[in-house]
T-cell receptor
Framework: DTEVTQTPKHLVMGMTNKKSLKCEQH?????MYWYKQKAKKPPELMFV???????INESVPSRFSPECPNSSLLNLHLHALQPEDSALYLC?????????????FGPGTRLTVT | ELKVEQNPLFLSMQEGKNYTIYCNYS?????LYWYRQDPGKSLESLFV?????AVKQEGRLMASLDTKARLSTLHITAAVHDLSATYFC????????????FGKGTRLHILP
């Protein structure tokens, strides 16, 4: 199983809503990532979890709150987002962070903030 | 700070032609990845290059890595329409950090 799954596929939320994005992998990977991708741009790294601990936060606003409940799951909690946060949010995993193993990407969640 | 530059950023080419996408990076690294992204879709891993002189081929695509020149190439042979997509290279910081740095991507449009 070389699959990273993400739910939901699409999400529309108002600026006062609270929602969560979910990511799951069962490849035994110990590194998981959140990226944000705007149209026609490369993915921008947001967070890295290594062995279920947050190892990188790329100065992401606090309205984005990551959580890694266990080695297979990664959540991104959203609160009080702005319209400019509308983007494709990609989750990825790799065998170990900082190693020679490629990152496997999930299908993404298309987020629209109204 | 590591910089990753791809060129061209946009390429329109005829089916049957050959072309090369270039990926230059600014610091030492022996690990580089190529990804493909179709419109509205996620990233698909194409190649993992882990050493100087590494060359990998899959179908009409061939990737190579020259770590001394800090250059990777993605060569397309006899292009077909199905290869139309955006191609990203990404450079691994190799234990200096738990992340990879993406180039801006090359939007490839192959005309039938």
């Amino acid at each position: 199983d070389t699959e990273v799954t993400q739910t939901p596929k699409h999400l529309v939320m108002g600026m006062t809503n609270k929602k969560s994005l979910k990511c799951e992998q069962h490849m035994g990977h110990r590194a998981m990532y959140w990226y944000k991708q705007k149209a026609k741009k490369p993915p921008e790294l947001m967070f890295v979890y290594s062995y279920e601990k947050l190892s990188i936060n790329e100065s992401v606003p606090s309205r984005f709150s990551p959580e890694c409940p266990n080695s297979s799951l990664l959540n991104l909690h959203l609160h009080a987002l702005q319209p400019e946060d509308s983007a494709l949010y990609l989750c990825a995993s790799s065998r170990i962070a900082g190693s020679s193993y490629e990152q496997y990407f999930g299908p993404g969640t298309r987020l629209t903030v109204t | 700070e590591l910089k990753v530059e791809q060129n061209p950023l946009f390429l329109s080419m005829q089916e049957g032609k050959n072309y090369t996408i270039y990926c230059n990076y600014s610091t030492t690294s022996d690990r580089l990845y190529w990804y493909r992204q179709d419109p509205g879709k996620s990233l698909e891993s194409l190649f993992v290059l882990l050493s100087n002189g590494a060359v990998k081929q899959e179908g009409r695509l061939m990737a190579s890595l020259d770590t001394k020149a800090r250059l990777s190439t993605l060569h397309i042979t006899a292009a077909v329409h199905d290869l139309s997509a955006t191609y990203f290279c990404a450079v691994d910081l190799m234990n200096r950090d738990d992340k990879i740095i993406f180039g801006k991507g090359t939007r490839l449009h192959i005309l039938p």
